[in-house]
């Protein structure tokens, strides 16, 4: 079943195109991470799905819910944490979230006795008295999580929602989600750390310049670019050998470091191997000193993704 999809989305502001005919797909109970460029239409593709901005053209659903035709009824099943946290300094822990249950309709008492439910799940209690301007950002950030969970989301937006905390409110924060997504919610992130995404998301979309460029999960994005592959050797007159032998599986030539006597190279996944190349190097006489292989991160298939980007700054102008 299809929690999340989205067909087509334009959306521009004035001249600056933020969503050009982007697509995606996210199944219920999953995790997505949405990656991009700073500036790629990350936030503004999750605007458009809790219909608070509507699209120019293509179309949106969210539970099953139109998100232009029956936007009601999807706010009524969606929690969303944008990329500041939404507040009150002025009020107490508590106060913030049980105001948001009686605007949820829970009704007095059931509003209290959720806010008090979900800060003592989540290590809050002892806070929950003081006002939120004495918090810390990472608790702050954390309320905020919780505000979006007031009555329990089919579908949850969460617009970069661990930047600027420290590593144990990010850890909680990871639980947390993970969590959720145990227990039916579906989930859609945007973040800038991309360990975050490898570690968390069930799926991975990677959009640029608005357009989505690449999707699916952490591994089989990893596999796409391949196993780098690296020989040092111990005289330079091994280095053409060398590269020779890995250029048979390189997807690309390797390239050559003569001052560091090394070859690198990067393989199809699965395409040979590591004993494969040692015996390869072995019969082509290279006197290897070690050979290496190692899977690529997500943060290089990021990179290789979205290398306009990083060269000339196209997709710095889309939000």
């Not at 829970?106 to 209290?112: K, S, T």
Request: hydrophobic fraction near 45%.
């Amino acid at each position: 079943m299809k929690a999340i999809e989205a067909i087509g989305l334009t959306k521009s502001f004035g001249v600056v195109r933020a969503l050009d005919t982007f697509d995606l797909t996210v199944p219920a109970g999953t995790i997505c991470a949405l990656l991009g460029p700073n500036g790629a239409g990350k936030t503004t593709a999750i605007r458009i799905l809790a219909t608070l901005i509507s699209p120019d053209a293509g179309t949106a659903s969210v539970a099953g819910f139109d998100t232009s035709r029956q936007a009601a009824l999807v706010r009524g099943c969606i929690g969303l944490a944008g990329q500041h946290a939404a507040v009150d300094d002025d009020l107490t822990g508590r106060e913030n979230l049980a105001i948001l249950g009686l605007m949820h309709h829970l009704g007095r008492r059931a509003a209290w006795r959720r806010a008090d439910e979900l800060l003592a799940c989540h290590g809050l209690t002892d806070a929950a008295g003081r006002l939120v301007k004495s918090w810390s950002g990472g608790m702050r950030r954390r309320l905020d999580l919780l505000a979006s969970l007031i009555v329990k989301p089919a579908v949850l937006f969460l617009d970069e929602p661990t930047t600027g905390v420290d590593p144990r409110s990010r850890a909680a924060i990871w639980s947390e989600v993970r969590s959720l997504a145990a227990s039916g919610t579906t989930v859609l992130l945007t973040t800038q750390y991309l360990d975050e995404a490898d570690r968390l998301a069930d799926g991975v979309v990677i959009i640029e310049a608005g357009r989505t460029v690449a999707t699916g999960s952490p591994d089989d994005l990893k596999d796409t670019i391949g196993t780098r592959v690296a020989v040092a050797v111990e005289h330079a007159a091994d280095l053409p050998a060398a590269a020779a032998v890995a250029a048979r599986w390189a997807t690309r030539p390797p390239a050559v470091d003569t001052d560091q006597l090394r070859v690198t190279a990067r393989i199809a996944a699965g395409s040979v191997t590591l004993p494969e190349l040692v015996r390869h190097l072995d019969a082509a006489g290279v006197r290897a000193q070690d050979v290496s292989f190692r899977r690529p991160t997500l943060d290089e298939v990021f990179l290789d993704r979205t290398w306009d980007s990083a060269r000339d700054g196209a997709g710095m102008v889309h939000q």
